[in-house]
């Protein structure tokens, strides 16, 4: 049984930075990925970054490169999303996901666990 748990969001302003966490179990990460996604109010669910497990390829969509930066502690199960310089749009809920992660994007196998909440507000 596949388990996901997203953690560290909270109210930050707007320069400010933040780190995710995504402790996952049920599955091995060397045959997977993970990827966040996000929803804003009123919004569908919003790809943001994956990695690989097999060989720690990334993926960012362009409004988050070079702010965002995803890493994964393979002896913790665990995926981060390291956030800096936000923005009033990066306010959403953040989810992760078992995915697939290539160069054209990230697309989830339908898993999802509890998202945490990240508020970008002066």
């Known amino acids: 049984d596949v388990q996901l748990q997203a953690s560290g969001g909270g109210l930050v302003r707007p320069g400010g930075s933040l780190r995710l966490s995504c402790v996952f179990s049920?599955?091995?990460?060397?045959?997977?990925?993970i990827g966040w996604y996000r929803q804003a109010p009123g919004q569908e669910r919003d790809r943001v970054s994956c990695?690989?497990?097999?060989?720690?390829?990334?993926y960012y969509k362009n409004s988050v490169k070079g702010r965002f930066t995803i890493s994964s502690d393979n002896a913790k199960n665990t995926v981060y999303l390291q956030m800096n310089n936000l923005t009033p749009d990066d306010t959403a809920v953040y989810f992760c996901?078992?995915?697939?992660?290539?160069?054209?994007?990230?697309?989830?196998?339908?898993?999802w666990g509890q998202g945490t909440l990240v508020t970008v507000s002066s």
């Open positions: 996901s078992p995915v697939s992660c290539d160069v054209k994007g990230l697309y989830s196998y339908g898993i």
């Open positions: 049920g599955l091995t990460f060397e045959d997977y990925a």
């Open positions: 990695i690989r497990g097999s060989d720690g390829f990334t």
